[in-house]
C-alpha cells in the first residue's frame, strides 16, 4: 500500500469517503461487466464485454455430478474435484479478499470471490449481533447462488473478544492475557470468542497474534502474549486450540489465524517508512536487523506452535528484512513456512501488504508476492485492478497456472475442513450468546489473574472493609479508555462504547458511600480518606499511531498523584496501559498495580484490590529505566531494567517471581 496511507481497517468514516473514486472506478467495470449472480449454484454467471469474470465453456459448465458436494470423500478428492471445474476468474476470486465496505454481497457473487472481512469499524447499522449475523448471511446467500456455490471465508480482527461488536464480551489485550502465563485460562478465552463470532454468523478470526516483541515503543505490543518466545508459543498454541477446538467442522469453532509471520515485532526502532492518520511510524512496519539464524530463532517457533496445534491460515507480516518485504520473501513464505514448517493450509496477506512489495509498481508486487507464495490478498478495496492485474500475469506467464492452482487448492481445503459446503453459516438465533454472563465471567477471571502488583507496603492490599477511599483519574470511570485499541473501531476511543464494568463502577458495588470518585481529583476542600486511588493510563491506540519514543503517561494523569498525596493516608496508582510505561512521579506511590488493558470486565481489578482473588500476574515484559532501554535483543534480563519478565508481588510483598532489578 502507499506509504501514506493509515493502511489498516477501522479508519474513521471521513477515510472511507476518500474510497469513492475507487468505488465509483469499480461501478463503471462492475456496470458493464458481470452482473449480480441470482439463480441456484451451478447456473452460469452473466457476464459482458468489460467483465473480470470470463463465460464458462459448455464443457466447463456441463458437470455430469457434484462430486465435490460428497463429504464422504476425502477432502483432497473433493478439491481437485471443485478445481477440475473452475475457471481461471472463478479461481482468482477465491484467492481475493475484499473489505465489506467495499462491495456488496450481489457484486462480490458476481466476482466469484472467495472471502469478505469487516476491518476494525466494519461493523452493520445497527451494530447487533443480530445485524452481523444478517450482513455475512447476505453474502454467503450470494456466493452459494454462484455458478460452482463456492461458500465464502469471511473474516474478522477478534483479537481480544469480538471486539468489533458492540456489547460482546471484551477480553484483555494479549499482554493481559500474557501476565496470567495461563495457557488453560487463554483456551476458555479464546473458546469464549469463537462462540460469540459464531453468534454473528463468522468463523474466521484474524488472531492470535504470536509475535514476540522486542522493543516495547512497537504500537502493537500489547498483542503480543510477550517477549520470551517460550511464553508466546504456548499461549499462542493455547488460543489456536480454544478458536478451534475439537475440530474446524465443530460446532461454535472458527479458524484461527497465526499472525504475522515473520519478524513481527522484531524491527528496529526508526525502520519504518509507512505512516498513519497520526503521522509517521517509528517501528511499525518497519525492518528486522538481524541475521536469519536469530530472526528464526526469536520469531518462528510460535508458527511451528500454532501449526502442530492446527493451525491452517497464517498471515504475512509487514515487516522488512534485509531482503525486502516479508510479502514478497520466497524464502520465508514458501521455503520455511511451508516447506521447513510443512503448512499445508493457506496463506493470506495483510491489509494490503502485498503493495508495498515493489513501491511504486503494483503489478510488480502482485507478481513477487503471488510467487513468494501469498494465496490469498486482502487487498482490501481496489479489488477490479487485483482481479484484472492477477488475470494479465497469468496470461503472459508472470505467474504460472500451478501457482494459482496451488493457491486455491490450499484456500478450497481450508474450506472443506471446517465444513462450509455442509454447513454455510452457523446456527441462527444465538444472538443473545454474545456478551453472555459465563463469557463475561471468564473475562473477570482474566483481567483478576493479568494484574501485576509492582510495589506495595505493609498494610495497603487487599483493602480492608470500611477503607475510605478516594478515587481519581479519566480512566477510572472509562471502558474505551480500559479496553484499549481494537475496541468496536480500529484505534479505539474512550468513553462509554460498549458495555462493561469500570474501576468506579466495581469498586462502588463494594464500598457504596466509602468511595468517592472525582476524574480530576477536583474533591471538596477537607476532603480526606485512608486509601487513595490513582488511575494513570495510555489513551487508545492501535498498530502504528501507537509507535512511542517516551513511553510517556498522559501528564495530566500523572499530575493527579501530587493533587491526591495530601489527602489520603496510603497512595495507590493503577495503571492502564499496552506496556510498560515511564512512571514518573506515579513511582512515588505506595503501591503500584500495573492493570495493562483489561477490556469490558473492570470488577476483575476489585477483586483483587478488596482481597476476593490473590495477585497473581507477572509482567511479560522487561520494564525499562528509559525508553532507550526499550530494545531487548542480545540483553540479560535486568539489562536496563527496573523488573526483568516474570516479576511480580502477591498481596503482601512476596515475590512471585524474579526480583527487582
Known amino acids: 500500500?502507499?506509504?501514506?496511507?493509515?493502511?489498516?481497517?477501522?479508519?474513521?468514516?471521513r477515510w472511507l469517503d476518500r474510497l469513492g473514486a475507487v468505488a465509483v472506478a469499480a461501478s463503471m467495470?462492475?456496470?458493464?461487466?458481470?452482473?449480480?449472480?441470482?439463480?441456484?449454484?451451478?447456473?452460469?454467471?452473466?457476464?459482458?464485454?468489460?467483465?473480470?469474470?470470463?463465460?464458462?465453456t459448455p464443457s466447463e459448465?456441463?458437470?455430469?455430478?457434484?462430486?465435490?458436494?460428497?463429504?464422504?470423500?476425502?477432502?483432497?478428492?473433493?478439491?481437485?474435484?471443485?478445481?477440475?471445474?473452475?475457471?481461471?476468474?472463478?479461481?482468482?476470486?477465491?484467492?481475493?479478499?475484499?473489505?465489506?465496505?467495499?462491495?456488496?454481497?450481489?457484486?462480490?457473487?458476481?466476482?466469484?470471490?472467495?472471502?469478505?472481512?469487516?476491518?476494525?469499524?466494519?461493523?452493520?447499522?445497527?451494530n447487533t449481533a443480530k445485524a452481523w449475523y444478517a450482513m455475512v448471511d447476505g453474502y454467503q446467500q450470494a456466493a452459494l447462488g454462484t455458478r460452482l456455490g463456492v461458500p465464502i471465508l469471511y473474516g474478522v480482527d477478534a483479537v481480544h473478544g469480538h471486539n468489533n461488536v458492540q456489547d460482546a464480551t471484551i477480553f484483555p489485550h494479549n499482554v493481559g492475557m500474557g501476565a496470567t502465563n495461563d495457557p488453560a485460562l487463554v483456551q476458555q478465552a479464546c473458546a469464549?470468542?469463537?462462540?460469540?463470532?459464531?453468534?454473528?454468523g463468522i468463523r474466521w478470526d484474524f488472531g492470535p497474534v504470536v509475535a514476540v516483541p522486542q522493543d516495547i515503543r512497537w504500537g502493537r505490543t500489547y498483542e503480543g502474549y510477550g517477549e520470551s518466545t517460550d511464553r508466546v508459543a504456548t499461549l499462542g498454541a493455547a488460543c489456536v486450540k480454544g478458536l478451534q477446538g475439537a475440530g474446524l467442522s465443530a460446532a461454535d469453532t472458527v479458524a484461527a489465524t497465526a499472525k504475522h509471520f515473520i519478524g513481527d515485532?522484531?524491527?528496529?526502532?526508526?525502520?519504518?517508512?509507512?505512516?498513519?492518520?497520526?503521522?509517521?511510524?517509528?517501528?511499525?512496519?518497519?525492518?528486522?536487523?538481524?541475521?536469519?539464524?536469530?530472526?528464526?530463532?526469536?520469531?518462528?517457533p510460535p508458527y511451528q506452535a500454532a501449526i502442530?496445534?492446527?493451525?491452517?491460515?497464517?498471515?504475512?507480516?509487514?515487516?522488512?528484512?534485509?531482503?525486502?518485504?516479508v510479502h514478497g520473501d520466497r524464502h520465508l513464505v514458501t521455503d520455511i513456512l511451508k516447506g521447513q514448517l510443512a503448512f499445508t493450509g493457506f496463506v493470506i496477506s495483510d491489509w494490503g501488504g502485498i503493495d508495498q512489495v515493489v513501491p511504486g509498481n503494483y503489478p510488480?508486487?502482485?507478481?513477487?508476492?503471488?510467487?513468494?507464495?501469498?494465496?490469498?490478498?486482502?487487498?482490501?478495496?481496489?479489488?477490479?485492478?487485483?482481479?484484472?492485474?492477477?488475470?494479465?500475469?497469468?496470461?503472459?506467464?508472470?505467474?504460472?497456472?500451478?501457482?494459482?492452482?496451488?493457491?486455491?487448492?490450499?484456500?478450497?481445503?481450508?474450506?472443506?475442513?471446517?465444513?462450509?459446503?455442509?454447513?454455510?453459516?452457523?446456527?441462527?438465533?444465538?444472538?443473545?450468546?454474545?456478551?453472555?454472563?459465563?463469557?463475561?465471567?471468564?473475562?473477570?477471571?482474566?483481567?483478576?489473574?493479568?494484574?501485576?502488583?509492582?510495589?506495595?507496603?505493609?498494610?495497603?492490599?487487599?483493602?480492608?472493609?470500611?477503607?475510605?477511599?478516594?478515587?481519581?483519574?479519566?480512566?477510572?470511570?472509562?471502558?474505551?479508555?480500559?479496553?484499549?485499541?481494537?475496541?468496536?473501531?480500529?484505534?479505539?476511543?474512550?468513553?462509554?462504547?460498549?458495555?462493561?464494568?469500570?474501576?468506579?463502577?466495581?469498586?462502588?458495588?463494594?464500598?457504596?458511600?466509602?468511595?468517592?470518585?472525582?476524574?480530576?481529583?477536583?474533591?471538596?476542600?477537607?476532603?480526606?480518606?485512608?486509601?487513595?486511588?490513582?488511575?494513570?493510563?495510555?489513551?487508545?491506540?492501535?498498530?502504528?499511531?501507537?509507535d512511542s519514543s517516551t513511553l510517556a503517561l498522559p501528564s495530566e494523569d500523572v499530575a493527579l498523584v501530587a493533587k491526591m498525596r495530601p489527602l489520603v493516608g496510603k497512595l495507590i496508582v493503577l495503571v492502564m496501559s499496552g506496556r510498560p510505561v515511564?512512571?514518573?512521579?506515579?513511582?512515588?506511590?505506595?503501591?503500584i498495580v500495573e492493570a495493562w488493558l483489561p477490556g469490558s470486565e473492570g470488577t476483575g481489578l476489585s477483586d483483587v484490590l478488596l482481597g476476593d482473588k490473590p495477585f497473581v500476574g507477572t509482567t511479560p515484559y522487561t520494564w525499562p529505566k528509559t525508553p532507550g532501554d526499550a530494545p531487548r535483543v542480545g540483553k540479560a534480563a535486568c539489562d536496563g531494567a527496573v523488573y526483568p519478565v516474570g516479576y511480580g508481588l502477591d498481596a503482601a510483598g512476596k515475590l512471585l517471581g524474579p526480583a527487582a532489578c
Request: aromatic share 4%; glycine share 12%.
Open 29 to 56: 467495470v462492475i456496470g458493464c461487466g458481470p452482473t449480480p449472480a441470482t439463480g441456484t449454484p451451478g447456473a452460469p454467471s452473466p457476464t459482458g464485454s468489460g467483465a473480470a469474470v470470463s463465460t464458462p
Open 61 to 126: 459448465s456441463a458437470t455430469s455430478d457434484r462430486a465435490w458436494l460428497d463429504a464422504t470423500k476425502p477432502v483432497d478428492e473433493r478439491v481437485a474435484a471443485l478445481l477440475g471445474q473452475m475457471t481461471l476468474d472463478e479461481k482468482i476470486g477465491q484467492m481475493t479478499q475484499v473489505e465489506k465496505n467495499a462491495i456488496d454481497p450481489a457484486n462480490a457473487a458476481a466476482f466469484d470471490l472467495g472471502s469478505i472481512l469487516s476491518g476494525g469499524g466494519g461493523f452493520p447499522n445497527p
Open 308 to 325: 502442530e496445534g492446527g493451525a491452517r491460515i497464517v498471515m504475512v507480516s509487514y515487516s522488512s528484512t534485509s531482503a525486502g518485504k
Open 192 to 200: 469464549a470468542t469463537a462462540l460469540e463470532m459464531n453468534a454473528t
Open 1 to 13: 500500500m502507499p506509504v501514506k496511507d493509515p493502511g489498516r481497517p477501522g479508519r474513521s468514516r
Open 582 to 591: 515511564v512512571l514518573g512521579e506515579a513511582a512515588s506511590a505506595d503501591a
Open 364 to 546: 510488480a508486487s502482485v507478481a513477487q508476492a503471488i510467487n513468494a507464495g501469498i494465496d490469498m490478498v486482502m487487498v482490501p478495496t481496489d479489488y477490479v485492478r487485483f482481479i484484472t492485474t492477477m488475470k494479465s500475469h497469468v496470461q503472459a506467464g508472470a505467474i504460472k497456472q500451478d501457482r494459482i492452482d496451488d493457491a486455491v487448492t490450499r484456500i478450497l481445503r481450508v474450506k472443506f475442513e471446517m465444513g462450509l459446503f455442509e454447513q454455510p453459516m452457523p446456527v441462527a438465533g444465538k444472538d443473545p450468546e454474545v456478551g453472555q454472563v459465563p463469557d463475561r465471567a471468564i473475562a473477570r477471571t482474566a483481567v483478576a489473574e493479568s494484574t501485576v502488583l509492582l510495589k506495595t507496603s505493609p498494610g495497603i492490599l487487599p483493602l480492608a472493609s470500611g477503607t475510605r477511599v478516594l478515587l481519581s483519574g479519566p480512566a477510572a470511570d472509562d471502558i474505551g479508555i480500559q479496553s484499549g485499541g481494537w475496541t468496536i473501531t480500529w484505534q479505539g476511543s474512550s468513553g462509554a462504547i460498549t458495555l462493561g464494568a469500570t474501576l468506579r463502577g466495581a469498586l462502588a458495588g463494594r464500598l457504596g458511600d466509602k468511595l468517592t470518585f472525582d476524574a480530576n481529583g477536583a474533591f471538596p476542600a477537607g476532603t480526606k480518606a485512608d486509601v487513595g486511588i490513582v488511575v494513570v493510563a495510555e489513551r487508545p491506540y492501535a498498530e502504528g499511531v501507537g
Open 265 to 300: 515485532g522484531g524491527t528496529a526502532f526508526g525502520t519504518s517508512t509507512a505512516s498513519g492518520p497520526t503521522g509517521p511510524y517509528l517501528l511499525d512496519q518497519g525492518v528486522d536487523q538481524m541475521d536469519e539464524a536469530t530472526l528464526l530463532r526469536l520469531f518462528l
